[in-house]
């Protein structure tokens, strides 16, 4: 089991980092001030949040930085346009211009409502994520209970080879006796007829009443 490094990213800092970059780029400020404020919450260096979010962090939020780019230029808008009309009313005081006043309620109502749809997003992809990790943890298991399965009928294999060799090997062994024995036996029936031919080939003889000996035919 591999240790877990003690500067290691928890998904908790990687989750903040994108949150803290996400909001300095709607508000129009510099991503080194949000790596900063990262490094003041976390206890890490401006430049280790730096690198983290160039290097991991930001392949995953492409989305979310899209939309705090858009609601970045909104900002931008309404501001330019909130100082022109400021300046083209100068007789009129703020309370004398509800539209103004009205516009900039609704402003940051919406531009609210797109940061805590942001954060709704961020946390749902966290749970996604986490989800995913466990789905691949999950399948490397089955990977690795199927390749132990593999690896033991692997060996089952391999020893039912082996014991089908050994009996080929005994057959053979018991092939060769057993030819070995025919050619034994048939050697044997044929000196047999050899000898029973050349029994039947020699003379016979008997002895009559007088004692003398005659050849039988």
Request: with cysteine; aromatic share 6%; charged share 35%.
């Amino acid at each position: 089991m591999s240790a877990i490094r003690q500067d290691a990213w928890s998904d908790e800092d990687d989750l903040i980092l994108a949150e803290v970059t996400l909001r300095h780029i709607r508000e129009g400020s510099t991503q080194l001030s949000a790596f900063e404020e990262v490094g003041e919450r976390i206890g890490r260096t401006a430049a280790a949040c730096g690198f983290r979010w160039n290097s991991f962090v930001r392949k995953k939020y492409e989305a979310a930085i899209q939309i705090a780019k858009a609601q970045r230029q909104k900002r931008t808008q309404l501001k330019k346009h909130a100082a022109v009309s400021i300046s083209g009313s100068s007789s009129v005081g703020l309370l004398d211009a509800p539209e103004l006043s009205t516009g900039k309620t609704e402003s940051f109502t919406e531009e609210t409502l797109s940061i805590d749809a942001v954060i709704r997003f961020l946390r749902q992809w966290r749970n996604t994520y986490q989800d995913m990790n466990r789905h691949i943890k999950n399948l490397e298991k089955e990977l690795q209970d199927k390749e132990d399965e593999l690896d033991r009928l692997g060996r089952e294999n391999n020893k039912l080879n082996k014991q089908v060799n050994e009996v080929e090997t005994d057959y053979r062994v018991v092939n060769d006796d057993y030819k070995a024995l025919i050619q034994i036996m048939d050697r044997a029936r044929k000196m047999a007829f050899l000898v029973e031919e050349e029994e039947e080939e020699k003379p016979r003889f008997k002895m009559d009443a007088n004692g003398n000996l005659e050849r039988v035919e």
